[in-house]
């Protein structure tokens, strides 16, 4: 459906290509140094790279089982955010079992240099627990933001990725079999927050000239229903100011015609920023759209196309400005979402509509690789072998399309094809832009 246009909102959008994340974690620091470099934020990563699978950060974020963010539909089919229930909020004001806890995160510490250097050099690899000093006591440390990085496929480590345990038995978790891949991860600035629903106080707010979702700080009284409202877990309680703090989408940034701190120091240059048209009464539609294999689709169908002149009278009317239309119109954002479908959002199964997506990583084709030594890379071998993947299609689609294998298997086709292609024009090649487009897929 593209018509009628309803309420047409603009918002600043982000696309990261997870091919070309190195998992250098210059992002994390760059944001650290800029937002969360006080007293209380020590624990605090607005952005964090977590290396998949893993359990990520805070420990397990995902399991909604357990931390009961986002929304569900009740008996009625109507949106209610998990967390939600008046009595059962004001009982958690005094204990909230669905709130992380500090171990879940980590207690900052530094190392203990004294036994770093004074140690006496022994014959086994070190089997000890590491310890740390906190508050200047050595202190066993055993949980911290990306404590399992780059450990990959390794049974143990499998097993406590929630979204491998929601695959169970369909991934054999042998090591020869291991795969990795980074996932940097900001607040989704999503479309429909249930960090914003949950906040007792009205102090978290969605702005409605860029969609952008801020924390008032003099409204904030410390309630802490954002922390565990959000299914992302990406609010943060400050416990020196008692305030919830989260990413800013670095809005003095964004206002001032730049990009986020993390966009511009991003080393592998994977962050595409941009500004999406959406028809608001869309999504509130999409959001409760009742089967979750189909949120995906429904938050594709809330999108706008600029160049259509009825959404341009619909945005002017909603007093968009003009700059902003003419920035939808030429956003790299907007390419990657709805013209090539190569971006996908992560866990639409929330019910937030989030609004940072990711192009899925194009993993080798184990089996046609190993078998006949051709480029697994190649189309010719992709579409025969896609349930060959290093990376199993599973495993993606449970990350970005609630489990629904169809739309990352078009998207690895068409990062596949526009590969060979780029390849092909270096041999002198015409370009052919369909093949962006995926015309003709299905015929190979
Ligand atoms: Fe709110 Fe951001 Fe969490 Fe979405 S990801 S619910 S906007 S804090
Ligand atoms: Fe990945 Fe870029 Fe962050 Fe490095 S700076 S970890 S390449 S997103």
Same mark, same amino acid.
């Given at each position: 459906?593209?018509?009628?246009?309803?309420?047409?909102?603009?918002?600043?959008?982000?696309?990261?290509?997870?091919?070309?994340?190195?998992?250098?974690?210059?992002?994390?620091?760059?944001?650290?140094?800029?937002?969360?470099?006080?007293?209380?934020?020590?624990?605090?990563?607005?952005?964090?790279?977590?290396?998949?699978?893993?359990?990520?950060?805070?420990?397990?974020?995902?399991?909604?089982?357990?931390?009961?963010?986002?929304?569900?539909?009740?008996?009625?089919?109507?949106?209610?955010?998990?967390?939600?229930?008046?009595?059962?909020?004001?009982?958690?004001?005094?204990?909230?079992p669905e709130l992380p806890q500090l171990d879940d995160y980590y207690e900052p510490w530094t190392y203990d240099y004294e036994t770093l250097i004074s140690a006496p050099l022994g014959e086994d690899l070190p089997t000890a627990r590491p310890h740390s000093l906190i508050d200047g006591r050595p202190t066993a440390v055993t949980w911290g933001p990306n404590w399992d990085d780059d450990l990959g496929g390794g049974p143990e480590h499998l097993a406590g990725d929630p979204v491998l345990?929601?695959?169970?038995?369909?991934?054999?978790?042998?090591?020869?079999?291991?795969?990795?891949?980074?996932?940097?991860?900001?607040?989704?600035?999503?479309?429909?927050?249930?960090?914003?629903? =949950? $906040?007792?106080?009205?102090?978290?707010?969605?702005?409605?000239?860029? !969609?952008?979702? #801020?924390? /008032?700080? &003099? %409204?904030?009284?410390?309630?802490?229903?954002?922390?565990?409202?959000?299914?992302?877990?990406?609010?943060?309680?400050?416990?020196?100011?008692?305030?919830?703090?989260?990413?800013?989408?670095?809005?003095?940034?964004?206002?001032?015609?730049?990009?986020? =701190? $993390?966009?511009?120091?991003?080393?592998?240059?994977?962050?595409?920023? !941009?500004?999406? #048209?959406? /028809?608001? &009464? %869309?999504?509130?539609?999409?959001?409760?759209?009742?089967?979750?294999?189909?949120?995906?689709?429904?938050?594709?169908d809330c999108f706008l196309d600029p160049d259509d002149p009825e959404v341009v009278r619909a945005a002017e009317e909603s007093g968009i400005p003009h700059d902003w239309i003419t920035a939808a119109r030429h956003s790299p954002v907007r390419d990657l979402i709805t013209r090539y479908r190569v971006a996908l959002p992560l866990h639409p199964e929330y019910r937030t509509l989030p609004m940072v997506w990711y192009v899925p990583p194009l993993s080798p084709v184990v089996d046609a690789l190993t078998r006949s030594g051709h480029d697994g890379e190649d189309p010719a071998n992709l579409f025969g072998a896609i349930d060959t993947l290093r990376i199993p299609l599973d495993y993606l689609a449970g990350l970005f399309t609630a489990g629904d294998t169809a739309p990352v298997e078009a998207a690895l086709c068409r990062l596949a094809a526009m590969r060979a292609h780029m390849r092909r024009i270096n041999l002198g090649e015409e370009r052919n832009p369909d093949i962006a487009r995926g015309v003709g897929m299905d015929e190979q």
């Open positions: 459906r593209k018509s009628p246009v309803g309420r047409c909102m603009a918002q600043v959008a982000m696309v990261m290509n997870l091919d070309k994340c190195i998992g250098c974690h210059t992002c994390s620091v760059t944001c650290k140094q800029t937002w969360t470099n006080r007293q209380g934020t020590e624990y605090a990563w607005f952005n964090n790279v977590e290396t998949r699978p893993g359990q990520g950060y805070p420990r397990g974020h995902e399991d909604q089982d357990k931390w009961k963010g986002g929304w569900r539909l009740d008996g009625r089919g109507r949106l209610v955010p998990r967390s939600g229930g008046r009595a059962r909020r004001l009982a958690r004001l005094f204990a909230n345990r929601k695959m169970n038995d369909q991934v054999a978790l042998e090591y020869e079999q291991a795969f990795m891949f980074y996932l940097p991860r900001i607040c989704e600035h999503c479309l429909n927050p249930s960090c914003v629903a =949950v $906040c007792p106080s009205g102090a978290l707010y969605k702005r409605i000239e860029d !969609g952008i979702v #801020l924390v /008032d700080q &003099d %409204r904030c009284r410390g309630w802490r229903m954002c922390v565990s409202g959000c299914p992302y877990k990406k609010v943060y309680f400050n416990h020196s100011t008692g305030k919830a703090e989260k990413c800013t989408l670095c809005y003095p940034r964004i206002e001032a015609g730049e990009p986020t =701190v $993390c966009s511009e120091t991003c080393v592998g240059r994977l962050r595409y920023l !941009g500004v999406m #048209l959406y /028809d608001a &009464d %869309r999504a509130g539609e999409a959001a409760a759209v009742p089967d979750e294999r189909d949120l995906y689709e429904a938050q594709l």
